[in-house]
T-cell receptor
Framework: GQSLEQPSEVTAVEGAIVQINCTYQ??????LSWYQQHDGGAPTFLSY????GLEETGRFSSFLSRSDSYGYLLLQELQMKDSASYFC??????????FGKGTMLLVSP | NAGVTQTPKFRVLKTGQSMTLLCAQD?????MYWYRQDPGMGLRLIHY???????AKGEVPDGYNVSRLKKQNFLLGLESAAPSQTSVYFC????????????????????FGDGTRLSIL
């Protein structure tokens, strides 16, 4: 089976840095992905880690440690538009994904 | 490019009615997926398809059927709607195979439609 744990809510102020953690238990693993979803919108792909280490894409970075079954998404220089839900997802065969329940990020002025 | 298009965007059904949700993608993707999203539950995979004419069950397939008669379309059917199927339904597609940068490992990203909000009374 698959299970992923991530915090339900995180709050931060504009300009700050926030880290959203994700731990997982899985019987098959094809990498850890992160998706962003604004309220009422569609999930959009943010980042992917297939191997251990850090991946950086602009203000967003993602990290994976397969030995610890742990990853995180790091958001820097937070902006109001970053207020959204963030989902970690474990990849399985045929690019299927098992999603966590999501972390709602609230950015305040 | 339209990407992934879902129709309808909203629908209200009565218990026992049937309906079909349509998903169309114009990116020539091999793989397509149907998810449902409920409050506090994240996205859960209902069914998926790895190519025209093929379908497979996901985590929560009961009460749903799917068909992939054409590569660009993936249909989700509810034969006899139940209130427990009230949800937001998302379709997604992705290219087949591993990412071009093979050293980084597997899956391709999924591209999502805007969702169908379905209420069953």
């Amino acid at each position: 089976g698959q299970s992923l744990e991530q915090p339900s809510e995180v709050t931060a102020v504009e300009g700050a840095i926030v880290q959203i953690n994700c731990t997982y238990q899985t019987s098959g693993f094809y990498g850890l992905s992160w998706y962003q979803q604004h309220d009422g919108g569609a999930p959009t792909f943010l980042s992917y880690n297939g191997l251990d280490g850090l991946e950086e894409t602009g203000r967003f970075s993602s990290f994976l440690s397969r030995s610890d079954s742990y990853g995180y998404l790091l958001l820097q220089e937070l902006q109001m538009k970053d207020s959204a839900s963030y989902f970690c997802a474990v990849g399985r065969g045929y690019s299927t994904l098992t999603f966590g329940k999501g972390t709602m990020l609230l950015v305040s002025p | 490019n339209a990407g992934v298009t879902q129709t309808p965007k909203f629908r209200v059904l009565k218990t026992g009615q049937s309906m079909t949700l349509l998903c169309a993608q114009d990116m020539n993707h091999e793989y397509m997926y149907w998810y449902r999203q409920d409050p506090g539950m994240g996205l859960r995979l209902i069914h998926y398809s790895v190519g025209e004419g093929t379908t497979a069950k996901g985590e929560v397939p009961d009460g749903y059927n799917v068909s992939r008669l054409k590569k660009q379309n993936f249909l989700l059917g509810l034969e006899s709607a139940a209130p427990s199927q009230t949800s937001v339904y998302f379709c997604a597609s992705s290219p087949a195979g591993v990412r071009p940068d093979r050293a980084r490992g597997g899956n391709q990203p999924q591209h999502f439609g805007d969702g169908t909000r379905l209420s069953i009374l």
